[in-house]
């Protein structure tokens, strides 16, 4: 079994960000900019060419909005499903926060029911996704995302190990970090892996214990330089 880390196309807060090198003026579950969506067009033709060797026969996805997004033209492009996977939100879930330093991060329920079927109607929706949103958590401390990466290798695992399939999970910059150190079995680390927007990262014999290699890390070689961002 292969697996293919996804990193969503950029997103409303990711603008944010690039324009003013901060949080301020960021929503809870943001959408995808112009810019985004043409980053996921890209991708999901690379992916469908071939250009990152076999493409996904599987796909999941973040229930972030902007994850969503990014998973239906390469769900169009494949003719797949996008399962929604609840444990592949990004760190921190989603937040009901103003982007000022000084004022408490609060938890967002993210989109309900109704709203991700919306995005596609492609999506196959967990039980935790309600009508009201599909996060009843808190804000989650990146002390705890390590054991979310390892039940999401777990439960890929038990639903693909053993098979020829090539796994997509669509999801986030700052939890890919959690899932290559789950994959690869490294329990921590000093630095940081860049993971751009619309970014894929290869992971062969997932389910061979030991054997498990990294083929390649954050290629954007569907990109075009001006649309390659953070």
């Known amino acids: ?5 996804i990193r969503h196309a950029q997103s409303e807060n990711n603008l944010v960000w690039a324009q003013t090198g901060a949080a301020v003026g960021r929503v809870p579950d943001p959408l995808l900019t112009p810019l985004g969506q043409r ?7 690379a992916l469908a060419q071939g250009r990152y060797a076999a493409p996904p026969t599987v796909l999941y996805a973040s229930l972030m909005s902007r994850a969503v997004l990014t998973a239906v033209p390469i769900a169009d492009a494949l003719d797949l499903d996008v399962q929604g996977h609840p444990d592949l939100f990004e760190v921190g879930g989603p937040l009901d926060w103003s982007g000022h330093a000084d004022v408490p991060r609060r938890p967002h329920r993210g989109a309900g029911r109704a709203a991700l079927r919306e995005l596609t109607p492609r999506l196959v929706l967990p039980d935790d996704a309600q009508p009201d949103g599909w996060w009843d958590g808190p804000v989650e401390a990146d002390a705890d995302a390590p054991e979310r990466a390892r039940r999401v290798v777990d439960s890929v695992l038990e639903r693909h190990g053993g098979t020829d399939e090539v796994v997509g999970l669509v999801t986030h910059g700052h939890f890919s970090q ?4 789950a994959l690869l079995g490294i329990p921590s680390m000093t630095g940081w892996v860049d993971i751009l927007n619309t970014s894929v990262s290869r992971f062969s014999n997932v389910d061979v214990p030991g054997r498990t290699s990294a083929t390649w890390i954050n290629r954007v070689a569907h990109l075009t330089p001006d649309a390659v961002t953070d």
Do not use: E, G, N, T
């Open 1 to 5: 079994m292969d697996l293919l880390l």
């Open 178 to 181: 959690f899932l290559i150190r």
């Open 39 to 45: 980053q996921a067009a890209a991708v999901a033709q």
